[in-house]
């Protein structure tokens, strides 16, 4: 992790979450990304040899999604593989680094809120928290198209065809002009809070580790 000390200080060298059962990390950068989607692929369809249009299908999309979250600065990718009964419960979590603009410093936690809050729609919940790790800003938002208002355009209707609950923590990195952005992601809106205290669990595990 690369960052900016404040002072004589020395931020810390990594952090360490504690992520459910059954989520899966998928290596984003270049080098490792279709060795890590195909392991991934390999154990979703592990026993089943007669469906390759679907395991092909599901590569493409992994790639896609893996390689999305890098191009927008992600350094790290977890998939939701965990079972309910006979269905995987779908959910991700891209972990990114934000630094500020060269020569700056960053926007206090509170003066962002601010602004979020204002930009935001009746569905967006947005606070400051303290967690184990130190203070973090958390937005909860929800898309729903079948509240939409106004409607869609026809044209664009299957860009935003899926419903989608998201919740952002950016936290704080101590002794550093950098944050940790954590954002989690589900289309299970009709159990958005539940899926929202899982998130909140993980969020709250988070701990800073220092170089030996």
Known sequence: ?????QGDATPPADYQLLLPEGWFRVHIDLERR???????????????DNAPQIKAQLRRELLAQATSAFDEGGIELYLSLQQAGPFTVPASL??????????GRLPALD???GRLAAEGTESREVSVVELAAGPALRVRDEYDPARARPPVPKETEADYALPSVTLDYQVQIPRAQAILLLTFSTPLIQIA??????????????SWTDSA
């Open 193 to 206: 809070d539940a899926m929202v205290d899982l998130f909140d669990a993980v969020a709250g595990s988070l």
């Open 34 to 48: 279709e060795k890590s989607v195909d392991a991934l692929v390999e154990r979703q369809f592990k026993g089943i």
């Open 1 to 5: 992790m690369t960052s900016t000390t």
């Open 94 to 103: 891209l972990v990114a680094l934000g630094l500020p603009p060269q020569g």
């Open 111 to 113: 003066d962002i809120a």
